[in-house]
């Protein structure tokens, strides 16, 4: 794989960082900055929410742009994005920080993609995205874990520190790697993009990415506060479940391709969706023990993010059937549903946290997921009304956003 494929994977790992290390941090956040965990909670809805609006607006706007160019532009906004959050004199200047990255992080996956493709041979573009994506798993398995111990250590402004570093770091790599002369495919325009949803049965995609990743958060953004006032573990201890939760995900993210490549992409979620509902029921009584809480913790990093998969392939294969000429921007737009679940769930669960407390986030989840699992089946069942067998053995679908 050509060295280049590694700097935009470093990208990856720091723009995945950044993303969900503010979990970890969310009630030293509250503490310092004097607002509430639910309004600490935002900082991770304001996030999503510029990823949801960037992927799609910035890439059609910035379609012109050459390629290497509007990578270094990416990676320049996402490190003054996490500068801004590092001298944050306040609460609201966080927010517009976070927004700010958010938007970097939305049009960087969706020209990442194509630039490690333009970098390798046409049999290695899927092992090339893939290894890409590498950088956001790894992220949440030592990235999210060492951002966290570093924010609670030093504070949490020394994190987004840490973070620009590494921006700086992919800048000078993507710089001095990444050719110039990178092909472009066109970009969607965002009137072809609106057209996608026109599309009944690719919304119920979105609609089953958005409530199955977003029943997750509504519990997942509230964890930190949930392992130090419920299970009794110290700040510093967090860190420590954060790593637990991350292996975890990894392990839960190959085992959902592979589950997702044998058994076809909705009986994958089928079983994904129900086994995520059951371990966030389970949690609303596991949580007051320390032991049981980290063992159900790392049961849910195990389904957590397995659903990814096979939300990525049946997007595709939707795609194919109903709007075959704008399969990218159908697969772009299910990226933007996982954000704008994250959104969503989060914001919901701060509104939970308010009026009923932080132990009503994990059931409230489950029942959002078992709405996801509903969905699912629906469209499992219109796939049969429309003579169409499920498709097993599709190849290996990419990792997450």
Do not use: C
């Amino acid at each position: 794989m050509p060295l280049a494929l590694w700097a935009l994977t470093l990208s990856a790992f720091a723009i995945g960082t950044t993303e969900f290390v503010i979990v970890g941090l969310i009630p030293t956040i509250a503490t310092s900055l004097g607002v509430s965990v639910p309004s600490a909670g935002l900082l991770v809805s304001l996030y999503a929410l510029g990823v949801a609006v960037g992927a799609p607006v910035l890439t059609a706007l910035t379609g012109r742009v050459p390629r290497k160019q509007l990578l270094l532009g990416l990676m320049a906004l996402f490190t003054i994005g996490n500068l801004v959050a590092w001298m944050a004199p306040g609460y609201e200047a966080l927010m517009a920080a976070r927004v700010l990255t958010g938007l970097a992080h939305g049009v960087f996956f969706s020209i990442g993609s194509t630039i490690a493709t333009g970098l390798v041979p046409k049999e290695k573009a899927a092992s090339a995205i893939a290894l890409m994506f590498t950088g956001l798993t790894v992220a949440l398995v030592t990235g999210v874990p060492l951002g966290t111990f570093i924010g609670q250590t030093f504070g949490w402004q020394s994190t987004f520190l840490a973070v620009s570093l590494l921006g700086v770091i992919a800048f000078v790599g993507s710089w001095i790697l990444v050719p110039n002369n990178i092909a472009s495919s066109k970009p969607a325009s965002l009137l072809t993009q609106a057209a996608v949803l026109k599309k009944p049965r690719l919304l119920l995609v979105y609609a089953i990415t958005a409530l199955g990743y977003g029943g997750s958060f509504i519990a997942f953004t509230y964890l930190a506060p949930i392992l130090q006032e419920i299970s009794g573990f110290s700040a510093s201890t967090v860190s420590l479940v954060m790593l637990v939760y991350g292996v975890s995900v990894a392990f839960g993210n190959i085992w959902g391709g592979k589950l997702a490549d044998k058994r076809g992409p909705i009986r994958a979620l089928q079983i994904v969706f129900a086994m995520l509902a059951v371990v966030l029921f389970v949690l609303t009584f596991t949580a007051a023990n320390p032991w049981l809480a980290v063992l159900t913790v790392l049961a849910w990093g195990a389904f957590a993010f397995g659903n990814v998969p096979g939300l990525q392939v049946y997007v595709v294969q939707q795609a194919e059937r109903h709007a075959p000429r704008a399969v990218d921007v159908a697969s772009g737009l299910n990226i933007a549903a996982f954000n704008v679940g994250i959104a969503l769930g989060a914001w919901g669960g701060g509104l939970i946290v308010s009026h009923l407390g932080l132990m009503a986030t994990p059931w409230i989840g489950a029942v959002v997921v078992l709405g996801a699992l509903g969905l699912t089946s629906l469209a499992g069942r219109l796939d049969r009304r429309d003579g169409i067998a499920p498709i097993v053995g599709s190849g290996h679908a990419v990792a997450m956003h």
